[in-house]
């Protein structure tokens, strides 16, 4: 099934950060699989724009670097965390949908977000018309409005609006993160004209899958949670043994036999 077909039915699609994590997500069964650009800056040590910080500290070169060894690992469909398009001007995120399209992506995320704050609602449209103009038939866009996550005024019914002026300027999916309550989240599948995105995994939330797809929620990522908990499971598998010297942490980790024969099957397109 192709990208563009899941987007008619409900489906789970877990975020990855390097090879080796795609090919675990695609391993487990799940129909197609997105990049995390928090996961990615961690992994190469750099901070992720935590809000209102600013703007990414890994570059679009870096990014979609790593994007293209996800891409090569494995055979299931990969959507992109492209972050705002990696610049303010429509020509700008045109260039980024090609460059993801290159790189072997079957779909993306632009964000109306530029690391500072919202862009002016008329821009925040044209990108999405030149992210569409650039993104062909095949690829899946998805139009992401940051300003729940933001946490300003910014009222559910303006996120709403924007979501619905993206959608009639070509996006496929929509987004809005940062809404963890399930009543409102039936609001946005109510009011959105167009299939939604929502990420679980952000905060305290304890939303589950069940829960968004009987919300009629269409595409469910996590973001960077999975690899925040794996971050998680380093630090205190590093202070057990920095502070009790033992190592039960040990006790969780795949086999090596299993991991090799694991990759071994990627390496001949099982995934």
Not at 160 to 169: C, K
């Amino acid at each position: 099934m192709t990208f563009r077909e899941l987007h008619a039915g409900r489906f789970v699609m877990p975020n990855a950060w390097d090879a080796g994590s795609a090919v675990l997500l695609a391993a487990a069964g799940f129909p197609a699989i997105a990049t995390t650009s928090a996961g990615i800056a961690f992994s190469m040590a750099k901070g992720d724009h935590t809000l209102p910080d600013g703007a990414p500290a890994v570059s679009r070169d870096q990014m979609f670097e790593r994007v293209r060894e996800i891409t090569a690992a494995v055979h299931v469909p990969v959507n992109g965390d492209l972050e705002d398009g990696y610049g303010a001007g429509p020509a700008r995120v045109a260039e980024t949908i090609s460059l993801a399209r290159s790189a072997g992506l079957a779909g993306g995320n632009i964000e109306d977000y530029d690391g500072r704050e919202l862009y002016d609602v008329s821009l925040a449209v044209e990108r999405i018309v030149a992210a569409r103009e650039a993104a062909g038939a095949d690829f899946v866009l998805t139009a992401r409005t940051d300003g729940q996550l933001l946490r300003t005024p910014t009222s559910l019914d303006e996120s709403i609006d924007r979501a619905n002026r993206f959608r009639a300027a070509g996006a496929d999916c929509l987004y809005v993160p940062g809404v963890n309550s399930l009543d409102a989240i039936r609001t946005l599948v109510r009011e959105i004209d167009g299939p939604l995105n929502v990420v679980i995994g952000l905060g305290t939330s304890t939303l589950t899958v069940a829960d968004l797809q009987s919300a009629g929620v269409t595409r469910i990522s996590l973001g960077g949670s999975i690899a925040r908990a794996a971050l998680g499971f380093i630090r205190r598998s590093a202070e057990e043994l920095a502070t009790c010297g033992t190592i039960t942490f040990a006790a969780d980790q795949i086999p090596q036999a299993d991991l090799n024969q694991l990759f071994a099957r990627s390496s001949k397109g099982e995934y």
